[in-house]
T-cell receptor, first 114, second 122 residues
């Protein structure tokens, strides 16, 4: 079975501090991993993905994520948080052999305080 | 505009009425997806099209729900005899898919979402 877990419902961080939003996954075959961000009453915006290659992937708005196969994790990070980063973040996984179905976590609300 | 477009953005309907949502995917994308999202949850897969063929439907998609993509371009999602439990945001997404199991084309594998269509059933 394929699934994604985001263990934190909410993450609070002060502006300028580094942030981490956690994600672990379970999937058949090699994982295709994604992060999306959602602002209130909006759709999901693609941030970054890991398909193959370097375990550290860089994405939009200064975000990056590190793929760790042994820990089946794909944590989202940013060295210095901005107030405008406050939003809902979703991790998603797609299996290597299942092209059509993406499984999403329940989301983590990131609050960046000035 | 090169993004995924959804219409209407908001719909309030009375229980028992039918509603239809439209999605226009990114123009070169051959795959189209419908997801449903309720408050506090991540998107849940409903159905998927490759070109005009509907290849998979979730068990969440009861017989009151029907989706079409008649010419392999835009898609419609119709909900008949709406119930209060249907209240949610309906998200459309599209992607550039390929048939192989490899990495695929640049920009492929990623699904891009529209802004969503909010449905409130009263």
């Amino acid at each position: 079975a394929q699934s994604v877990a985001q263990p934190e419902d909410q993450v609070n961080v002060a502006e300028g501090n580094p942030l981490t939003v956690k994600c672990t996954y379970s999937v058949s075959g090699n994982p295709y991993l994604f992060w999306y961000v959602q602002y209130p009453n909006r759709g999901l915006q693609f941030l970054l993905k890991y398909i193959t290659g370097d375990n550290l992937v860089k994405g939009s708005y200064g975000f990056e994520a590190e793929f760790n196969k042994s820990q089946t994790s794909f944590h989202l990070k940013k060295p210095s948080a901005l107030v405008s980063d406050s939003a809902l973040y979703f991790c998603a996984v797609r299996g290597q052999y299942n092209f059509n179905k993406f499984y999403f976590g329940s989301g983590t609300k990131l609050n960046v305080k000035p | 505009d090169t993004g995924v477009s959804q219409d209407p953005r908001h719909k309030i309907t009375k229980r028992g009425q039918n509603v239809t949502f439209r999605c226009d995917p990114i123009s070169e994308h051959n795959r189209l997806y419908w997801y449903r999202q309720t408050l506090g949850q991540g998107p849940e897969f409903l159905t998927y099209f490759q070109n005009e063929a509907q290849l998979e439907k979730s068990r969440l998609l009861s017989d009151r729900f029907s989706a079409e993509r008649p010419k392999g371009s835009f898609s419609t999602l119709e909900i008949q005899r709406t119930e209060q439990g249907d209240s949610a945001m309906y998200l459309c997404a599209s992607s550039l898919g390929h048939l192989g199991q490899g990495v695929g084309p640049p920009g492929g594998n990623t699904i891009y979402f529209g802004e969503g269509s909010w449905l409130t059933v009263v």
